[in-house]
């Protein structure tokens, strides 16, 4: 079945639903015209909001079909309930499997996943199916750890040398610490990959994974709302989408035209979920996209996750997002990639104070010095503003591991807009 069939086939299946029958009627979108790819994409994207208010909506069959409800993005609002059927989970599971199988063999080989399974996300009860699908044995842990789960890990990883560890790069870091904690030598437990997912994976972070288990990093993307989409392969150039199972767009920042190539937000549509279809739904996720062939030799879209869109402060009629402080950043070795970025009104004028976490010894002028050089080449808008004397920057040193952390390991607030 070609791209444009396995698209017509979701807008039918989600056109069985009420929130879709009414949208498409809205707009006035007949669905038998839509013959082209350019047809497809003049369809409307949705949103998480429309989730968030229209969950049950966009059921497109009877509840006796329904494998699984999972729940996601109530931290802040109001949860958005995903429906599955169990062949389309256990489908989205394979696909993950076939790009990971190019990667390496899991028969008989212990794999330790630290996952939030103990709620109602996907994620845990999919990374499960797919390392069965692999003939993996299966050892999984919930997001929160108590003292004494802590200690049991501790013990199960030093005696049963577990050949792949898979977690949020917050919650890897945090575990990296109870072993140092423990006195145990993290090189020695025999991990030989490490699977990154659930948040932004920095250079810096990663290196510092790697080195701390003698592993090989892989980065890998998925939603609640979609299963599993994306993973590195031995390249480590980008991410390559799970074309068997998702249509990955990106749309323009500014105009939300599709671009084939650059930065913008990610869209995805599925292509498997018959109790759930997504039509150009918008992930908020900023990422670059590149069609260009891998040099693995495959050719599907690559993608890199940069930040989320609410990661991100309007300056002077720009907008300066999380990732090009990343960038900025992860030039200067001695920091780590946590950091604060906050900014509010002093006077006429705006104080942006930014928070990172270092060793004492470079807690010092030219440190932050270093800090504004980096910070002026890498997102010339800040320059430009620094130079009409609009804007201040001030440059504030903490120990690492002191800025706020959110149960899963993640820094909190990495960008906080305080102006009234």
């Given amino acids: 079945m070609n791209l ?4 017509l086939r979701t807008v039918l299946w989600a056109q069985k639903s009420s929130f879709y029958r009414e949208r498409l009627k809205r707009e006035k979108i007949k669905v038998n015209a839509i013959k082209t790819l350019s047809n497809f994409q003049k369809l409307p994207p949705i949103t998480a ?30 949860s958005k309930l995903i429906y599955w059927t169990e062949e389309a989970l256990e489908n989205s599971a394979k696909a993950m499997a076939n790009y990971l199988r190019r990667l390496f063999s899991l028969k008989g080989k ?48 030093q005696a049963e040398e577990p050949y792949l560890l898979m977690g949020n790069p917050g919650r890897v870091l945090s575990l990296i610490q109870d072993f140092v904690d423990a006195n145990v030598d993290t090189k020695k437990l025999g991990i030989k990959y490490v699977i990154s997912g659930s948040e932004i994976l920095t250079p810096k972070t990663r290196d510092f994974i790697e080195k701390a288990f003698g592993a090989t990093v892989f980065d890998h993307g998925g939603m609640t709302e979609v299963g599993g ?59 670059k996209i590149t069609h260009k062939k891998c040099s693995c030799g495959l050719k599907t879209p690559r993608i890199w996750y940069k930040c989320r869109i609410s990661e991100s402060v309007s300056l002077f009629g720009a907008t300066l ?13 001695e920091l780590t990639s946590a950091y604060n970025l906050r900014v509010e009104s002093v006077g006429p004028g705006v104080t942006m104070t930014l928070v990172v976490e270092c060793q004492k010894e ?17 997102i010339p808008k800040l320059n430009t503003a620094l130079g009409s004397k609009k804007m201040n920057i001030v440059i504030s040193f903490v120990d690492p591991e002191t800025l706020k952390r959110t149960p899963r390991g ?7 807009d305080a102006r009234s």
């Fill in 4 to 7: 444009i069939k396995k698209l």
């Fill in 49 to 78: 909001q429309d989730l968030r208010e229209h969950s049950k909506e966009f059921s497109s069959v009877s509840r006796d079909k329904i494998y699984s409800l999972y729940a996601t993005g109530g931290t802040t609002g109001k």
């Fill in 110 to 157: 212990l794999c330790i996943v630290i996952a939030p399974s103990d709620n109602l996300a996907i994620v845990g009860d999919f990374e499960r199916k797919v390392f069965r699908n692999m003939n993996a044995l299966i050892g999984s842990m919930g997001l929160t750890f108590t003292d004494d789960q802590r200690k049991q890990l501790i013990t199960v990883m």
């Fill in 229 to 287: 989409t994306t993973i590195e392969c031995r390249a480590h150039d980008g991410q390559h989408v799970f074309e068997s199972v998702v249509y990955a767009e990106v749309l323009n920042l500014e105009t939300g035209e599709v671009i084939t190539e650059g930065i913008g937000e990610l869209c995805f549509t599925t292509l498997i979920n018959p109790a759930f279809p997504l039509v150009r739904y918008k992930t908020e996720d900023i990422v």
């Fill in 321 to 333: 997002y999380a990732y090009q402080v990343d960038e900025a950043l992860e030039e200067i070795k």
């Fill in 362 to 378: 470079f807690q010092h002028e030219s440190y932050t010095k270093k800090i504004l050089q980096a910070l002026k080449e890498r």
């Fill in 410 to 416: 993640k820094i909190a607030n990495r960008i906080l």
